[in-house]
Nanobody, 121 residues
Framework: QVQLEESGGGLVQAGGSLTLSCEAS????????MGWFRQAPGKAKVFLAG????????YYWDFVKGRFTISRDNAKNTVYLQMNSLKPDDTAVYYC??????????????WGQGTQVTVSS
């Protein structure tokens, strides 16, 4: 099974940018579609963006469309989330996810441990 490790979180001022990375290991990276989710304190985990096995067809939650960009480098077994124009409401723990069938949140979804992003006003 695949293991996922996120990095790149931290503290940023409103209007700033961060790029999150998620490196996969333990299985064939190109067998998985990849996604990013986040969970704010006291709220449910929500989908942000997804990308297919070949890096095509990225899709986004409307709230982050135009500000966040998902991409992947299959040679590096890594998926990225570029986040621009960050707002305090973007403060959350960000999770990387992998799923062979894009059945996000199902038993077939693998999760990273999460990385904290804090946006100060």
């Amino acid at each position: 099974q695949v293991q996922l490790e996120e990095s790149g979180g931290g503290l940023v001022q409103a209007g700033g940018s961060l790029t999150l990375s998620c490196e996969a290991s333990g299985d064939t990276f190109t067998s998985y579609a990849m996604g990013w989710f986040r969970q704010a304190p006291g709220k449910a985990k929500v989908f942000l963006a997804g990308i297919d096995r070949n890096g095509g067809s990225p899709y986004y939650w409307d709230f982050v469309k135009g500000r966040f960009t998902i991409s992947r480098d299959n040679a590096k077994n890594t998926v990225y989330l570029q986040m621009n124009s960050l707002k305090p409401d973007d403060t959350a723990v960000y999770y990387c996810a992998a799923d062979r069938e894009m059945a996000w949140g199902s038993d077939s979804t693998y999760w990273g441990q999460g990385t904290q992003v804090t946006v100060s006003s």
